[in-house]
């Protein structure tokens, strides 16, 4: 069976990062002092974090359950 702990390590990560990307969006996104290329660029990094994390823990997952 699939190790509890190694999964729930890999979606909290993914939590970790889907939280800075949503308050960047939300609050920083539009403001002055970042041009718009430099925070769509950091949003999509914590969103890419995001994503890469949660797919490795369910790829994890399929293969502890193999």
């Given at each position: 069976m699939c190790n509890g702990n190694q999964l729930n390590r890999y979606l909290m990560?993914?939590?970790?990062?889907?939280?800075?990307?949503?308050?960047?969006?939300t609050f920083l996104r539009h403001h002055p002092a970042f041009p718009d290329g430099i925070g769509d660029g950091i949003a999509g990094l914590f969103y890419g974090l995001t994503?890469?994390?949660?797919?490795l823990g369910l790829i994890r997952q399929r293969r502890a359950n193999r």
């Open positions: 990560a993914g939590n970790f990062f889907l939280l800075p990307a949503t308050l960047w969006m994503f890469g994390c949660f797919i």
